[in-house]
């Protein structure tokens, strides 16, 4: 099973900005829709970005005209682009990537936003 690799998080001041990244080790066929989630402390991982094959984009309410999620040139690669961070994102941020057979995650990566 292929697990996803994510950087790019850490700990930043309110009012910042961070810029995550997945990666797939190796090539993922038919993929449909990449997206990042996040699971804060106590409570239920939630959806944050979907980019979809077609490029179609999706935000959570808590997100939209702050992050921007994107995908790579050689479309194995997602980003999520975090600006004007609160701390209420304060949360492991996990990536996903949904084929048409197989559902595939990342280890996560923490995001901590100081007020």
């Known amino acids: 099973q292929v697990q996803l690799v994510e950087s790019g998080g850490g700990l930043v001041q309110a009012g910042g900005s961070l810029r995550l990244s997945c990666t797939a080790p190796k090539r993922i066929t038919d993929i449909k829709t990449m997206s990042w989630f996040r699971e804060a402390p106590g409570k239920l991982r939630e959806v944050v970005a979907v980019?979809?094959?077609?490029?179609?984009?999706n935000y959570a309410d808590s997100v939209k005209g702050r992050f921007t999620i994107s995908k790579g040139n050689a479309k194995t690669s997602v980003y999520l682009e975090m600006n004007g961070l609160k701390p209420e994102d304060t949360a492991i941020y996990y990536c996903?990537?949904?084929?048409?057979?197989?559902?595939?995650w990342g280890q996560g990566t923490p995001v901590t936003v100081s007020s």
């Open positions: 996903n990537m949904e084929a048409y057979c197989n559902s595939y």
């Open positions: 980019i979809s094959s077609d490029e179609k984009t």
